[in-house]
């Protein structure tokens, strides 16, 4: 498909801050295929939201080797439309570590696996190479060398042009980064760990490592799977959400106590006087670390990504406002 085919603005409105020390950069919006591409939404809601999410500036889509139903079918999704867009505007990142095939060679993060992996999801995309190709968890039984080693091989062969891990603590990381300087191994650009206001738990000590060891953050769920959006506050489970087609009431019921409805509904109102929704507030407040490169956000439609970058209009915080979300929310 033709470049013409997209916005000729799209760059004009996004802002995109540097990874880290690298010189990579990605939009402060970026897409994931977890659970939503490939998975209970299909190939042409997929393409409306990939096209659409570019027309906004959106340069980074984000998959990994067992995302979608069956495992893998995100790739083969995200890389069919991928192919119909500028290749080199684009960021796309892979991921291995959990399970895809049988046999002791199919999960995890040794040299086997990792590079196995990385060439069915290349197969399964019909891309050339991934922009960023990350362990998508730490492995306790494999050397973080043998792991660190595969992912340089990665590099060396130009099947990824940036190294990245995935829910590592602080001290692996450090260990990580260690190790590939030893070695003069590709750089870890890049951490991709769980946080939002609900799950504050990088702010012990990953945060800090990523700062001295140069390495920029996107955190995943940054909405805490729809939590800190506004459709469950009433108590019901929306139609044609992941709560209702995916994790069912038993789900809602687990994390959504009535103490804590009450304070996502303290954090609506404060949203609402911000000019914002709680949805576009969340986002504003991950982005609020200068740490943070990007926040990975999901979507089943191009509205909510639409309503998602909409937050970049407002990042700022009071002091009074980042204090009251502390109290409600405190960092463990």
Not at 67 to 73: A, D, E, I, R
Not at 153 to 164: E, F, I, P, R
Not at 212 to 217: A, E, L, P, S, Y
């Amino acid at each position: 498909m033709a470049e013409s085919t997209f916005r000729e603005d799209r760059y004009e409105h996004m802002r995109y801050r540097r990874c880290g020390q690298s010189g990579l950069k990605l939009p402060e919006i970026s897409l994931g295929a977890w659970e939503t591409f490939g998975g209970y939404r299909g190939p042409e809601e997929a393409r409306k939201c990939l096209f659409g999410a570019f027309d906004l500036g959106i340069t980074h889509f984000d998959l990994a080797n067992n995302y979608g139903v069956p495992p893998g079918n995100a790739e083969v999704v995200c890389g069919q439309i991928i192919r119909d867009m500028p290749r080199d505007e684009l960021i796309v990142s892979s991921k291995a570590g959990y399970y895809m095939w049988p046999g002791p060679y199919g999960e995890w993060s040794s040299r086997k696996y990792i590079v196995a992996s990385c060439d069915q999801s290349l197969k399964r995309t019909g891309l050339e190479y991934f922009d960023i190709f990350y362990s998508h968890r730490f492995d306790p039984d494999t050397p973080l060398d043998e792991t660190m080693g595969a992912l340089n091989t990665l590099v060396q062969q130009g099947k990824a042009l940036y190294v990245g891990i995935s829910s590592y603590s602080g001290a692996a990381t450090n260990e990580a980064v260690g190790i590939a300087r030893a070695h003069d191994w590709a750089p870890i650009t890049i951490h991709q760990p769980y946080y939002n206001i609900l799950g504050r738990g990088i702010e012990k000590d990953l945060v800090a490592e990523a700062r001295r060891n140069g390495i920029g953050i996107i955190p995943f769920c940054p909405l805490a799977s729809g939590l800190l959006t506004d459709k469950y506050l009433g108590g019901s489970i929306p139609a044609h959400s992941r709560a209702a087609e995916k994790w069912g009431e038993d789900w809602v019921k687990n994390n959504l106590s009535p103490e804590r409805v009450r304070k996502l509904e303290r954090l609506n109102e404060m949203a609402k006087q911000r000019g914002q929704t709680l949805a576009q507030m969340s986002l504003a407040w991950v982005l609020r670390l200068p740490e943070i490169t990007s926040a990975l956000i999901g979507a089943s439609s191009l509205q909510q990504i639409q309503e998602n970058v909409a937050a970049l209009e407002n990042l700022a915080f009071t002091d009074e406002e980042l204090k009251e979300i502390d109290h409600l929310f405190p960092a463990a």
